[in-house]
């Protein structure tokens, strides 16, 4: 019997747990069933899920673990990963706080990218200087250019949308990034690529990388400038469409400059109309569009995942047992 540690950090009480919104608890409750679910399905798999008293309890039969009085973020999941085969960790980049996490978790346990591509992710700019280097296109390509015509500030570290403005003038955005970065804050600024918001959801192993599916997402900008994450449309691009082999082709160069990707993975892309696809961002861990995936591609998502981890075959077979319901949110 295999035992799988699942830790999402909003639902399983971290830290932020109480400050975050009702919304955000909900993005991570929805994850971590997701997984959970299709990890249920799997013969020989004894599942532990870390949750709090904020969050909905996970698909049964999983067993629940909660931190003892006192106990840390980063002893509780050690103490965990120490008792379970694997690890499987969702959590945002924030403060380097995936990054913490993978150091809680012995050799050989964690079930995810290795160390210092997380890093590399947590810092968006580095990542796109990484990128850019490889010759694929990100947002640097256009800070020269004379028809950009706005400028977005955000955390350096962010996840989503969270503290991230658009603004019409480089000067302002000029300004705010210069507060931000006096107040203490990790931000950066680069020109907003205007076009289709979309995201690719990879399984990536050592040398290979699978574009499972491109998903559409929805964000809005406000008469302020302020940035909204409102969802994500998982696989909407039809059969057929042009646009999947050329993302396809860009989601292994990007595996190709960042080696250390492993299992599922989401690269934030805009569409540029003269240019296609730009990235914005590789997120190194389970994203939103993992929710629901399983059942529109008819396969077990976990399984494939821990076996690009583990660097067997992507579709090794697996033996699906009667479905648990999931509580995934689409």
Same mark, same amino acid.
């Given at each position: 019997?295999?035992?799988?540690?699942?830790?999402?950090?909003?639902?399983?009480?971290?830290?932020?747990?109480?400050?975050?919104?009702?919304?955000?608890?909900?993005?991570?409750?929805?994850?971590?069933?997701?997984?959970?679910?299709?990890?249920?399905?799997?013969?020989?798999?004894?599942?532990?899920?870390?949750?709090?008293?904020?969050?909905?309890?996970?698909?049964?039969?999983?067993?629940?673990?909660?931190?003892?009085?006192?106990?840390?973020?980063?002893?509780?999941?050690?103490?965990?990963?120490?008792?379970?085969?694997?690890?499987?960790?969702?959590?945002?980049?924030?403060?380097?706080?995936?990054?913490?996490?993978?150091?809680?978790?012995?050799?050989?346990?964690?079930?995810?990218?290795?160390?210092?591509?997380?890093?590399?992710?947590?810092?968006?700019?580095?990542?796109?200087?990484?990128?850019?280097?490889?010759?694929?296109?990100?947002?640097?390509?256009?800070?020269?250019?004379?028809?950009?015509?706005?400028?977005?500030?955000?955390?350096?570290?962010?996840?989503?949308?969270?503290?991230?403005?658009?603004?019409?003038?480089?000067?302002?955005?000029?300004?705010?990034?210069?507060?931000?970065?006096?107040?203490?804050?990790?931000?950066?600024?680069?020109?907003?690529?205007?076009?289709?918001?979309?995201?690719?959801?990879?399984?990536?192993?050592?040398?290979?990388?699978?574009?499972?599916?491109?998903?559409?997402?929805?964000?809005?900008?406000?008469?302020?400038?302020?940035?909204?994450?409102?969802?994500?449309?998982?696989? +909407?691009?039809? #059969? *057929? =469409? $042009?646009?999947? /082999?050329?993302?396809?082709?860009? %989601?292994?160069? &990007?595996?190709?400059?960042?080696?250390?990707?492993?299992?599922?993975?989401?690269?934030?892309?805009?569409?540029?109309?003269?240019?296609?696809?730009?990235?914005?961002?590789?997120?190194?861990?389970?994203?939103?569009?993992?929710?629901?995936?399983?059942?529109?591609?008819?396969?077990?998502?976990?399984?494939?995942?821990? +076996?690009?981890? #583990? *660097? =067997? $075959?992507?579709? /090794?077979?697996?033996?699906?047992? %009667?479905?648990? &319901?999931?509580?995934?949110?689409?």
């Amino acid at each position: 019997m295999n035992r799988i540690f699942v830790y999402e950090y909003l639902s399983a009480g971290g830290e932020v747990a109480a400050e975050a919104a009702g919304e955000l608890l909900a993005m991570g409750q929805a994850m971590r069933d997701a997984v959970v679910a299709d990890l249920l399905r799997l013969e020989n798999y004894h599942v532990t899920v870390a949750t709090c008293k904020q969050a909905a309890p996970p698909p049964q039969p999983a067993r629940c673990v909660t931190p003892r009085d006192g106990e840390s973020t980063w002893h509780f999941v050690q103490r965990q990963a120490e008792v379970h085969d694997l690890a499987w960790v969702i959590a945002p980049e924030t403060d380097g706080l995936l990054a913490k996490l993978h150091a809680c978790v012995p050799p050989g346990h964690w079930l995810g990218c290795d160390a210092a591509s997380i890093v590399l992710a947590t810092h968006k700019r580095r990542t796109l200087g990484a990128l850019a280097a490889a010759g694929i296109a990100t947002p640097l390509d256009f800070e020269h250019a004379p028809d950009t015509a706005r400028w977005v500030v955000k955390p350096d570290d962010g996840a989503g949308a969270v503290a991230t403005h658009v603004h019409g003038r480089h000067q302002t955005a000029r300004d705010e990034a210069a507060a931000r970065a006096r107040a203490g804050e990790s931000v950066t600024l680069e020109p907003w690529v205007e076009g289709e918001a979309l995201s690719l959801s990879l399984l990536c192993g050592v040398g290979r990388c699978e574009l499972l599916c491109v998903n559409r997402q929805q964000i809005d900008v406000d008469a302020l400038g302020l940035v909204s994450f409102r969802g994500v449309e998982s696989n +909407a691009l039809p #059969r *057929g =469409d $042009a646009r999947t /082999a050329v993302l396809g082709a860009l %989601a292994t160069r &990007v595996q190709r400059a960042v080696p250390g990707l492993r299992g599922f993975i989401g690269i934030d892309v805009v569409w540029h109309a003269q240019h296609g696809p730009v990235v914005i961002e590789v997120n190194p861990r389970v994203t939103c569009a993992y929710v629901g995936l399983s059942r529109l591609l008819g396969r077990n998502l976990a399984a494939d995942t821990m +076996a690009a981890v #583990r *660097g =067997d $075959a992507f579709l /090794a077979p697996h033996t699906p047992r %009667a479905p648990h &319901v999931a509580h995934d949110h689409a």
